[in-house]
């Protein structure tokens, strides 16, 4: 082996070394949180219900970055409800990935606390972790695949009941989201409260409801909902 390539070498297993060793892992902080991962672990399907701050987001990507690496399933697919806080930001330019890109930046941001930008990179070029605009659901099967809807608290019922349907074999999907913080006109919302009352009982689902004792964000979160709302 030449010099040259036994440099190249060692870079990349230092590289390597290195992003193991800042990646981070998923521990429980409150006891909604333990259930909510025991409840992804146990069912194909999990719904989360809660307030801002419980770490809704932050467990379902923490554990679909675990059941990759114990080889339960082989993809990430990521999608939220394409409505914005307030005011329309209007039409976004690019592709498909950059117009649905500041959608899902909150679940990138719980990506980033777990691994490097060079491992996010290559997982999205590998095609390992997808975006996927909840609107173009319709034909998809996903089998051995983690889905995750975020925010579903806006998502319309045909948007919801399109998603559900759309589980294969092997898979794990979490819908998360807070009735108390829909941006949907009041006409169409209820998809998401829906869908937990109607699927409660159903054997393969979980249904997991956070409260604000499960809030770790930032302790000054609770203060606020109890002020402000």
């Known amino acids: 082996m030449t010099t040259r390539r036994r440099r190249k070498k060692l870079e990349s297993r230092q590289k390597h070394e290195e992003q193991k060793s800042h990646r981070r892992t998923l521990v429980a902080r409150t006891d909604g949180q333990r259930e909510y991962m025991r ?4 069912n194909e399907m999990t719904f989360v219900q809660g307030p801002a701050g419980t770490g809704k987001t932050h467990v379902a990507v923490g554990m679909a ?3 990759m ?5 082989d993809r990430i697919i990521l ?14 330019p690019g592709d498909i990935n950059q117009k649905v890109g500041p959608y899902v930046t909150p679940c990138f941001d719980e990506l980033r606390y777990y691994l490097s930008h060079h491992e996010i ?3 999205l070029n590998g095609g390992v972790i997808d975006i996927v605009p909840l609107s173009m659901m319709r034909g998809r099967t996903f089998n051995r695949t983690f889905v995750l809807l ?3 608290q806006n998502a319309i019922h045909k948007e919801v009941k399109t998603l559900l349907t759309r589980i294969g074999q092997e898979s794990r999907f979490v819908i998360t989201g807070d009735t108390d913080q829909s941006d949907l006109p009041h006409r169409d919302q209820g998809a998401f409260s829906e869908a937990i009352h109607l699927l409660k009982d159903t054997e393969g689902i979980g249904i997991v409801c956070m409260d ?3 809030i770790v964000r930032n302790a000054l979160i609770k203060t606020i909902l109890e002020k402000l709302w």
């Open 79 to 92: 999608t939220r409800p394409m409505v914005c806080v307030g005011k329309d930001i209007g039409y976004l």
């Open 212 to 214: 604000r004792e499960d």
């Open 69 to 73: 690496e114990s080889g339960m399933i």
């Open 39 to 42: 409840s992804v672990r146990c």
């Open 65 to 67: 970055l675990q059941l």
């Open 150 to 152: 975020d925010e579903a």
């Open 121 to 123: 990179r290559g997982m």
